[in-house]
């Protein structure tokens, strides 16, 4: 495949290896992630492909693709890797550095729900599920999707709908700007 | 001394980039004892060593110090050559001013003057050298094969072929080991067995060869040359000059449904049996943890349970005698040959951290099967006499999968090695499939295909293009059992497409590792071991059959995983050699060991406590009437390394190491 | 046994019954659930796949309340919040530069010294207890223990079971009386946090889960995930939908299945809350034993 001609090498991998402490060098392309992967049918890069291009510093390739953000973190990855290299992790070290480096976003839906959950817990201290709901369903454009759902879920008692912040809430603020700093940026996906 | 000669090498560029030897030569020449110097391109080549030889005759030298690489590089050629013009080999030095000089040095002014430091050092130490005669020692001309596999079957045969005598130890009740339970080998497809069963029986029936089976080494000591080996002789039950191996206490026990370990737990054998039909020694032995009898004899039992193979044996063979026997053997040189288990992949060996595989079922899925068991399915004599018939419920397999790299290259589960044969018996193993069942589909899941040996790529690709064993590149991430099936769930990482398969049957081409006590019967040998218990050879490349232990060598799997060529290889050229020192009655050793000061010894045996070869005894002084004066440190000058560690724990300086005397050392250090 | 309480925040909405039916057998199991004075949110996924440090720090808030409060061991009953819990104290305790590095951004004292519990491992470990608290076994009753990812998953943080043939809840619904059943799924993704932004991969995941369990032969699911619980059961009608013929497989939290066989009033333990129906289930398993043919009671003494 043509791509931008490699004259040194990937500074991706010495990146990720500096957040996480795993070294994409290990993988050997063995498949046995993506063997496993309850999500390979539905990615275009399989964890595989992942730590392939992250190995040739393909940050083009795996920015410009939804995959990174179709990974569920169930481990099952990591769990049954043989060479301990940790794509799960690693994952996540693709996610961050696509937010801070504006490179790659979350396609609409997940980062809606991304987004409202963070902002629930940053407001509140907690999550209320109605409010996060609610927030979702604004950004995500998903307006209509499960409505039938919620009558019956309040029925059932699963629903809080006033929000309540809890005492420290000021402490977790703290923390979100704290973490947003260090991470260059605000912490919105 | 007042005659010494310095010779200083270039070693071509090695060490000319950095110092200027012609320098060197000439500072040396200066010194105060040293009556020639010069330097030369190639000094251990062969008008270099004629320089020495020449210059030591013209004038008239009594010393020679070489100032070029290490000693462990050219001593020996520099003291031959010194030998050679007259004088005592050990008033050869070496000062190494290549590794410990021109090779971590850019300064050359700089570089120089240390080349020049060290030299001087060494004309010191020289002055005090003493010269030294080697060693001799007596060698027992017979040699111990421990493991009668292929390696020890082929070391035992080339050894006694040679005219020495040979002890053959096995630890199980037949030699042939793991060769003898494969069908056919790669890559000529050849019967196992017919190409092993006449080398097995050439061992019982050769003269030189004393074959001890169903036997362990229990405690070794003595040194090159002179080993006495204590050997265990387990309790067959039976006593062997008696039986004739007619079988029938076989066909009489009760007790038929023992799993077999000959056919890799898939057949049944009884509890006094010979292993599998071809045995050698063909003589039953009775398995204590299963015979009735015996365990009501253990037990203590009054009543005497069962007896029937005693009732039928006609020649009163049958003794239940649970008493091992001791015997001592004398040998000269020890071919260790134990080779390998194969990894399993249930939880049974957490402790030497392996981990199993949870992911496919812990070994728990009946029809998941590993390669010897698929060889023993495969086998003309195995259990199913050849047809392949899978473990549940014994239909013939329409679709096998093959994993290789199960447990190799997998240090999550405690194995980061390559264990070799495996690409190569999974291609044999499709073949041999597709040859049995000829519209069943062989499917493999690999890695990489590593088939480096003579006619091993040819084979694989014979497999894939003519066999149609259909090769799928990835690790597979799962193995269930869904009802009939075992479901496959992997990925073709070159096709990019998860691929899951409802095999009948999976093979796993699990690791090879060392043999379960290699590491006790190494510490009895004073040999060493990788972290994974396999024997490590004296030098990966250049000693590859010896060991760190002078005189103990290696062959076969118990030294790294190893297929039958390269395991028979390695056998026959331990054994040459083996015949190499039994070549001369005496042994010639350098005399670079310890010698007590009897006069100053106090007898206080720190040195004994701190030797780890065993080479310190107790020696007793007594006067002319025999009355005990005193007891003294003594080293035995067969053993000792020359290692130095009684030297330096002396506390009333009475151990010097001939060679490294403390009055060199200090001569040596105060130079600088 | 004292244990520190985080609830988090769906034990307090959308499973409810988890926290329900929890505190119900805390008392004859003669555990004390005190909650974690003002416990925030643990971050979830939103916080791993976006910030790391967030994802360590919000759980580590928790943790230094809890130790400041004096608890030496806090049990979280929701997976998802076990998971990041245990993911930031083992992270923390093997890096001592991000203790300190949260420390000082979380500005109170925090030594990283409380262990973190899982439903699972809990009640495992109170199997002998629970079984000899039984009052009415479930008689037997299939029940598929469901572990998801996060209960066994990263190995290196859970460990208190195998990551791949894990038995933990298997003994602990043999100890309520149940019949663990034997089936594939069970260490599978339901499609986790998925449920609202991509819904059809929980519909595929979850489906593949109740099919197995079913075909195992299983009269109900255990799970130690609310949001397991939540994909399984409320989406399980749509899970259904392409399918011959309904699931109608109960989705029960492994505290219900202990509840059930303490012989707790199934009210109490928040049974009537779920999407798929419980009752018959329940019916079955409160049925008293031998001739079987009496109508099945709903209401029963607290033990």
């Known amino acids: 495949m043509a791509g931008p001609a490699s004259t040194r090498r990937s500074t991706l991998a010495a990146e990720i290896r500096r957040r996480t402490g795993l070294n994409p060098a290990k993988c050997y392309q063995c498949g046995k992630c993506s063997a496993g992967c309850p999500m390979a049918e539905e990615t275009r890069l399989r964890p595989h492909d992942i730590l392939r291009l992250v190995q040739r510093g393909r940050r083009d390739r795996l920015f410009a693709d939804d995959s990174i953000w179709l990974c569920l973190t169930c481990e099952t990855c990591s769990a049954r890797c043989p060479n301990e290299v940790g794509p799960a992790r690693i994952i996540d070290a693709l996610r961050e550095l696509a937010l801070e480096s504006g490179e790659g976003a979350p396609p609409r839906a997940i980062r809606a729900l991304h987004e409202s959950f963070l902002k629930q817990i940053r407001r509140h201290g907690r999550i209320f599920e109605f409010g996060m709901i609610a927030g979702f369903k604004l950004r995500s454009g998903k307006l209509f999707a499960d409505v039938g759902k919620m009558p019956a879920t309040m029925k059932r008692g699963k629903l809080a709908l006033s929000p309540r912040n809890i005492a420290g809430v000021g402490d977790v603020r703290r923390i979100f700007d704290a973490c947003a700093a260090a991470a260059g940026k605000e912490v919105r996906p | ?672 | 046994m004292k244990l520190g309480y985080f609830p988090g925040c769906s034990l307090h909405a959308t499973a409810r019954e988890c926290e329900e039916s929890l505190r119900a057998i805390a008392a004859p199991l003669d555990v004390e659930l005190a909650e974690i004075d003002d416990w925030a949110c643990c971050g979830a996924t939103s916080a791993h796949a976006t910030n790391h440090l967030l994802s360590v720090a919000l759980p580590a808030r928790t943790l230094a309340l809890a130790e400041r409060q004096g608890f030496d061991t806090v049990l979280a009953p929701c997976a998802a919040c076990y998971a990041r819990l245990a993911s930031a104290r083992h992270e923390l305790a093997k890096d001592k530069a991000l203790l300190e590095r949260v420390a000082a951004i979380l500005e109170r004292p925090f030594t990283n010294a409380v262990k973190v519990v899982s439903i699972a491992e809990l009640l495992r470990d109170l199997a002998p207890k629970i079984r000899e608290q039984a009052k009415r076994p479930l008689g037997g009753a299939r029940v598929a223990a469901y572990y998801g990812c996060l209960l066994v998953r990263p190995t290196e943080v859970s460990g208190f079971d195998d990551a791949e043939q894990p038995s933990s809840m298997e003994a602990v619904i043999a100890a309520a009386g149940g019949t663990p059943v034997e089936w594939r799924r069970k260490v599978d993704c339901c499609g986790a946090g998925f449920s609202l932004s991509r819904t059809g991969s929980v519909i595929r995941l979850g489906r593949a889960i109740l099919e197995d369990a079913k075909k195992a032969g299983a009269e109900a699911i255990a799970v130690g995930c609310p949001m397991c619980h939540s994909n399984l059961d409320l989406r399980q009608k749509a899970m259904s939908r392409t399918l011959p013929e309904p699931l109608g497989l109960p989705i029960l939290f492994l505290s219900q299945v202990v509840g059930l066989g303490l012989g707790l009033d199934p009210q109490a333990l928040g049974l009537g809350r779920h999407f798929v129906g419980t009752g018959s289930f329940v019916a079955k398993v409160t049925a008293p034993p031998a001739p079987a043919e009496k109508p099945a009671e709903t209401k029963q003494e607290v033990a």
Request: hydrophobic content about 40%.
């Open chain 2, 1 to 672: 001394m007042s005659r010494i000669g310095v010779f200083v090498c270039h070693c071509g560029e090695n060490l000319g980039r950095t110092v200027d030897a012609a320098e060197v030569a000439r500072a040396s020449g200066t010194l105060p004892g040293v009556a020639h110097a010069i330097d030369y391109k190639y000094m251990c080549s062969d008008p270099g060593q004629a320089l020495i030889k020449q210059a030591v005759a013209e004038k008239k030298l009594d010393g020679v110090v070489v100032a070029a690489c290490s000693p462990h590089m050219h001593e020996k050629t520099f003291r031959r050559a010194t030998a050679g013009a007259g004088v005592n080999p050990f008033l050869c030095e070496m000062a190494n001013i290549r590794e410990h000089c021109s090779w971590i040095h850019e300064n050359r002014p700089a570089a120089t003057a240390k080349a020049i430091d060290i030299t001087r050092s060494i004309v010191e130490k020289l002055k005090r050298n003493a010269p030294l005669e080697p060693i001799r020692i007596p060698v027992e001309r017979r040699a111990l094969v421990i493991g009668g596999g292929i390696a020890g079957i082929q070391a035992a045969l080339d050894i006694a072929d040679g005219g020495r005598e040979v002890v053959l130890v096995e630890k199980g009740p037949s030699i042939g080991g793991h060769m003898s339970q494969l069908s056919e080998t790669f890559p000529t497809l050849d019967c196992s067995q017919c190409i092993l069963t006449p080398r097995m029986v050439e061992v019982y029936q050769h003269p030189r060869i004393k074959l001890l089976a169903y036997s362990e080494v229990e405690a070794v000591e003595g040194y090159i040359g002179n080993f006495t080996v204590k050997i265990r002789r387990k309790a067959r039950g039976l006593d062997e000059t008696k039986c004739n191996g007619c079988g029938q206490c076989q066909a009489s026990c009760p007790q038929k449904k023992i799993p077999s370990e000959f056919d890799a737990g898939l057949g049944k054998r009884s509890a006094i049996y010979v292993p599998f039909p071809q045995a050698v020694p063909n003589i039953p032995v009775i398995d204590a943890r299963h015979c009735a009898r015996w365990k009501g004899i253990v037990k203590g039992l009054k009543k005497l349970a069962c007896g029937k193979c005693l009732e039928v044996c006609g020649r009163g063979a049958i003794t239940f005698d649970l008493e091992d026997k001791f015997v001592t053997e004398k040998v000269g040189a020890v071919v260790v040959a134990t080779g390998f288990q194969l990894y399993e992949i249930g939880r049974d060996h957490e402790a030497d951290g392996l981990k199993g595989y949870g992911e496919y079922g812990y070994g728990k899925i009946p029809d998941v099967i590993d390669g010897l068991q698929f060889e023993r399915l495969a086998s003309a004599s195995g259990p199913t006499a050849g047809k392949l018939q899978r473990p549940s419920d014994g239909k013939e397999p329409r679709t096998i999968v093959f994993l290789q790299c199960v447990g190799s290259r997998d240090p999550a589960k405690g194995i980061e090695y390559c264990s070799k044969i495996c690409c190569m018996y999974v291609a044999k193993h499709t073949m041999l499939y597709r040859h049995k069942v000829h519209d069943g589909r062989a499917v493999v899941f690999y890695m990489d295909v590593r088939a480096g040996g003579k006619g091993y790529e040819e084979f694989v690709r014979r497999a894939i293009e003519e066999d149609g064993a259909e090769y799928i590149r990835g690790r597979v991430s799962r193995l269930e059992r869904d009802g009939d099936v075992v479901r496959v769930q992997g990925f073709d990482t070159l096709s990019g497409e998860p691929v899951t398969i409802d095999a009948d049957l999976v093979v796993l081409a699990t690791a090879m590792r060392s043999q379960p006590g290699i590491e006790t019967l190494a510490q009895k040998l004073s040999v060493s071991y990788d972290r994974h218990g396999f024997i490590n050879e004296a030098h990966p490349k250049l000693r590859p059959v010896e060991t760190n232990t002078a005189g103990i060598f290696v062959a076969g799997a118990c030294q790294a995983p190893r297929d039958i060529p390269d395991s028979v290889a390695m056998a026959s050229a331990a054994a040459s050699k083996v015949l190499g020192l039994f070549s001369n009655a005496e042994l010639e050793r350098e005399p670079i060991v310890a010698r007590v000061d009897e006069a100053t010894c106090a007898g206080c045996f720190h040195c004994l406590r701190v030797c780890a070869y065993g080479a310190v005894e107790r020696k007793e002084i007594r006067d002319k009437k025999g009355n005990l004066i005193k007891v003294v440190a003594s080293v035995n000058r067969g053993v000792c390394q020359g290692c130095g560690t009684c030297q330096a724990t002396c506390p009333g300086k009475s151990v010097e190491l001939e060679g490294f005397t403390d009055p060199q050392i200090y001569a040596a250090i105060n130079a600088f």
